[in-house]
C-alpha cells in the first residue's frame, strides 16, 4: 500500500511461488483458521472445549491455566464472523505496512506485547474482580494506531487523515464501552492503544512530541564533557596570498568585463582590496 521500509529486517517467512509470506499473513491464516475450528466446534456441539482457551482471570490465579493469557485472542464466536471479516482485512492491510516500517523482529514483539499486557492487567485485575476476555478486536486495534502514529497524516476512508481516523474509532469504542460499563473491556482497549503508540515513539518512527523528547533528556545519560584544542590563530594572508586568491577573477575580468563576476566574486574582490589599502597604509 505505501510499501515504506526502513528496517534491514523486513524479509518474507516463506515463498508461495513467486508471492512471499509475511508474519501478517501467518497472522491472519492462523486467526482465520481458528475461526473456522470454532464454527465447526459449534456445529457439531462441543464448543465447550473453546471455554478452556478463553482468558479467565479465576481460572489463571486457581488452576494456573496460564495458556488463557495467549489463547483468549484466537476464540472467535460464529456469531461474531461479519465483525471478525473486517478485522481481518485491517490487519492484512495495516498490519503489513507496520511490519514493512519496523521490520519482522520488531513486528512480533509488537503484536505479543499487544496479546499479553491487556491479559496481564486483567489477571492483576481479577485479584479484587473476576474478568474474562474473548477474541482480538481490541489487540488489533492496537496495530491500527501503530499504523496511524507511523503514518499520521495519510488520508484513508473518505479522504480523512489517518490521525482522526484512530481518533474517532477510539472515541466510538470508548463511549460504547462506557455505556454498558465494560470497564475491563476499557482497559483493555486503552492498554492497547497505549501499547502501541509507546512501543512506535519508542523507536523513533511516530510523531515528534515535545514532552516526550524533554522526559528522553532529562532523564537518560548526559553528554560526556570532550576537550577542545586550542585553535591556533592562523597567519595573515601574505601579499602573495592575496594575488593569488584574486588572480582568477582578475583574468575573468579582464576577459569577460567586471559584469560577469557573481555576487561572491564582487565580495571577495573588495574583501582584497580593502586588505591591501590597510597594508599600504
Known amino acids: 500500500m505505501f510499501g515504506v521500509t526502513t528496517s534491514d529486517d523486513y524479509r518474507p517467512v516463506a515463498w508461495m511461488g513467486r508471492y512471499p509470506v509475511d508474519v501478517t499473513t501467518m497472522l491472519v491464516g492462523l486467526h482465520v483458521a481458528a475461526a473456522i475450528l470454532a464454527a465447526i466446534l459449534y456445529a457439531i456441539g462441543a464448543s465447550a472445549i473453546l471455554v478452556y482457551l478463553q482468558f479467565d482471570s479465576g481460572a489463571i490465579w486457581y488452576s494456573g491455566q496460564i495458556w488463557r493469557l495467549f489463547t483468549y485472542a484466537f476464540v472467535h464466536v460464529p456469531s461474531g464472523l461479519l465483525w471478525f471479516a473486517v478485522e481481518m482485512y485491517m490487519l492484512f492491510v495495516f498490519g503489513r505496512e507496520v511490519e514493512r516500517f519496523i521490520g519482522r523482529r520488531a513486528y512480533i514483539a509488537l503484536y505479543l506485547i499487544l496479546l499479553i499486557t491487556p491479559a496481564v492487567l486483567l489477571t492483576i485485575w481479577g485479584l479484587w474482580q473476576q474478568s474474562a476476555l474473548t477474541g482480538s478486536p481490541a489487540l488489533h486495534f492496537g496495530i491500527f494506531i501503530a499504523f496511524a502514529t507511523i503514518y499520521p497524516r495519510v488520508e484513508l476512508f473518505l479522504r480523512i487523515m489517518a490521525k482522526w481516523v484512530a481518533l474517532i474509532l477510539a472515541a466510538v469504542y470508548t463511549f460504547q464501552l462506557l455505556a454498558y460499563h465494560a470497564w475491563s473491556d476499557l482497559v483493555v482497549v486503552w492498554t492497547s492503544i497505549g501499547a502501541a503508540f509507546l512501543f512506535i515513539e519508542l523507536r523513533g518512527a511516530g510523531p515528534e512530541l515535545a514532552w516526550w523528547n524533554a522526559l528522553k533528556a532529562r532523564i537518560g545519560p548526559k553528554p560526556k564533557l570532550t576537550v577542545v584544542q586550542k585553535t591556533r590563530p592562523r597567519r595573515p594572508a601574505e601579499r602573495d596570498d592575496v594575488y593569488a586568491s584574486i588572480d582568477p577573477i582578475l583574468d575573468k575580468i579582464s576577459k ?24 599600504s597604509q
Open 256 to 279: 569577460f568585463g567586471i559584469g560577469s563576476l557573481t555576487p561572491s566574486e564582487r565580495r571577495q574582490l573588495n574583501r582584497e582590496r580593502e586588505r591591501l589599502l590597510k597594508k
